[in-house]
T-cell receptor, first 113, second 116 residues
Framework: NAGVTQTPKFQVLKTGQSMTLQCAQD?????MYWYRQDPGMGLRLIYY???????DKGEVPNGYNVSRLNKREFSLRLESAAPSQTSVYFC????????????FGQGTRLTVV | EDQVTQSPEALRLQEGESSSLNCSYT??????LFWYRQDPGKGPEFLFT???AGEEKEKERLKATLTKKESFLHITAPKPEDSATYLC?????????????????FGTGTRLQVFP
């Protein structure tokens, strides 16, 4: 039982490049989330999907887009990467919206140069 | 503004030396407070949920308590494998519960190191 799987684990981008972070969960959870974690700051919510077919902005959505491809998969896209997007990105899932006993992936460490 | 503050930022303990981590919060109302453990290079792992003042939860050497202004994570006789960053998060109350209101506010964490 893998839980929440994120790919890639590490990535270096040049300013202006685009990329998509992939996330998949095998727990049949309805809700999925993307967070970023920066030194000295708590986890901040970028986007979330309360259920399949819906997505909404979180606290820091600028510069990102998301796609809830199906119930299992939730991707995060950076269209034109900026150095300020250097961070560790975590995907998480919960059985239903509002249930905050979240399961997190291992994270993607992204560096934008 | 809703806020969560954790202290200390870092804590070094000798194996067996009990201590407590603090999570203080200022929110308009509290629907829940959550503790997570995060190991280096990994995602947070859920530990506890507390809903009301006076509530306590225990798991092995960890005990979480909640008052109206703060939560403590007590670590009794810690072992080196308890070394990790401990994160606190709160779920504020809202007059109308919508998707936009169900968002956790995380603290910056306490990095705990336990030495043999």
């Amino acid at each position: 039982n893998a839980g929440v799987t994120q790919t890639p684990k590490f990535q270096v981008l040049k300013t202006g490049q685009s990329m998509t972070l992939q996330c998949a969960q095998d727990m049949n959870h309805n809700s999925m989330y993307w967070y970023r974690q920066d030194p000295g700051m708590g986890l901040r919510l970028i986007y979330y999907s309360a259920s399949e077919g819906t997505t909404d902005k979180g606290e820091v959505p600028n510069g990102y887009n998301v796609s809830r491809l199906n119930k299992r998969e939730f991707s995060l896209r950076l269209e034109s990467a900026a150095p300020s997007q250097t961070s560790v990105y975590f995907c998480a899932s919960t059985p239903v919206w509002g249930n905050t006993e979240a399961f997190f992936g291992q994270g993607t460490r992204l560096t934008v140069v | 503004e809703d806020q969560v503050t954790q202290s200390p930022e870092a804590l070094r303990l000798q194996e067996g030396e009990s201590s407590s981590l603090n999570c203080s919060y200022t929110v308009s109302g509290l629907r829940g407070l959550f503790w997570y453990r995060q190991d280096p290079g990994k995602g947070p792992e859920f530990l506890f949920t507390l809903y009301s003042a006076g509530e306590e939860k225990e798991k092995e050497r960890l005990k979480a308590t909640l008052t109206k202004k703060e939560s403590f994570l007590h670590i009794t006789a810690p072992k080196p494998e308890d070394s990790a960053t401990y994160l606190c998060a709160v779920l504020p109350s809202a007059l109308r519960l919508t998707h936009n209101t169900d968002k956790l506010i995380f603290g910056t964490g306490t990095r705990l190191q336990v030495f043999p």
